[in-house]
């Protein structure tokens, strides 16, 4: 659906995206993430016709964005950071004005309109002016605007900037229902959001793209497999000794934690799994085991990993 190829932009001295080469499929939920300054919404300016490259190539749906640019555009549901919505407009005038500005039929507006509306959730208000709106709501109008000439590809900055919890966790759905149907390129910074909703995250620092993966991959990457957490009822002594003896432990801390019970940390050699040790360990000294884990870092550790110093080439 979206093939960057060596994309630049530079203001003045500055380059704000430096040969940015990325691709996402037909299908996709992808989350394009960066600390701020980092390129994103330049990236995604010039994805959506709105501003020229100074070099490189963007293809959408097979299309040049120079070359066919109107074709182009009627392939993208483009919702920017700031929507400048009308606020003396009424929901339903707004949505209607917007698909015929888009090139619809006015049979065929008023289908899109009814449909966006319905699954935006904005039944309820559509005979409201859109300064009477809350803040969710009008990232709903936003969001309704991008779907309503029925685009391939959805593109969304900060689509839930502002918003508070619940609002959050409403908008947040909605684009997990329209990726079922839509090929979506969301920008966030709500680590949190991003792994439930998206297939795969695109990190950019600097103008440079640092990690492109699936999360869980990210999460591997990261996270090692030799590390195992456990909380056991026992003796800090005799976990101590038979830490020391194990042969398939290389490194190991204890701490206590609350009552008889101790967290070990445990590094396993090559190839060991520790998590049967463990288990066995505790059956055979009936101790009781509440806790037996293998670490995991957050998406918020992969974004701060890779994102406080140069781009790390291994991802």
């Known amino acids: 659906m979206i093939e960057v190829k060596n994309l630049t932009k530079r203001f003045k001295r500055r380059t704000a995206v430096d040969d940015l080469t990325f691709s996402v499929k037909r299908g996709e939920v992808v989350g394009f993430l960066g600390p701020n300054g980092a390129g994103k919404t330049t990236t995604m300016r010039m994805l959506s016709c709105y501003m020229p490259a100074d070099s490189g190539s963007i293809l959408i749906g097979g299309q040049d964005v120079y070359t066919q640019p109107d074709e182009v555009r009627r392939k993208i549901g483009y919702m920017p950071e700031n929507n400048p919505l009308p606020i003396d407009m009424r929901v339903r005038e707004y949505l209607k004005f917007r698909a015929r500005l888009k090139g619809m039929a006015v049979k065929r507006s008023r289908e899109r309109v009814d449909y966006v509306t319905e699954v935006c959730g904005l039944k309820d208000v559509s005979r409201k002016l859109i300064g009477q709106l809350s803040k969710g709501y009008r990232q709903r109008v936003g969001l309704a605007d991008a779907l309503v000439n029925d685009p391939e590809l959805l593109i969304l900055d900060e689509p839930t900037i502002g918003l508070d919890p619940h609002q959050i966790r409403s908008v947040r759905q ?35 793209i640092i990690a492109a993966d699936t999360v869980d991959n990210l999460h591997h990457r990261m996270s090692s497999e030799r590390q195992v957490v456990a909380e056991i ?5 005799e976990l101590r000794r038979h830490w020391e003896q194990a042969e398939g432990v290389e490194q190991f801390d204890i701490q206590p934690v609350d009552g008889d019970f101790q967290r070990c940390s445990l590094t396993a050699r090559e190839g060991v799994d520790l998590r049967v040790t463990v288990y066995q360990l505790a059956r055979e000294n009936d101790w009781t085991l509440r806790e037996l884990t293998r670490t995991r870092h957050s998406l918020e550790d992969i974004f701060v990993h890779v994102t406080r110093g140069e781009p790390e080439e291994e991802f």
Request: with cysteine; hydrophobic share 50%.
């Open 233 to 237: 009822a026992a003796p800090a002594a």
């Open 174 to 208: 909605l684009i997990k229902d329209l990726g079922k149907t839509h090929t979506v390129l969301l920008s966030t910074h709500i680590l949190s959001e991003v792994e439930v909703t998206c297939d795969k995250v695109v990190i950019i620092h600097l103008g440079r």
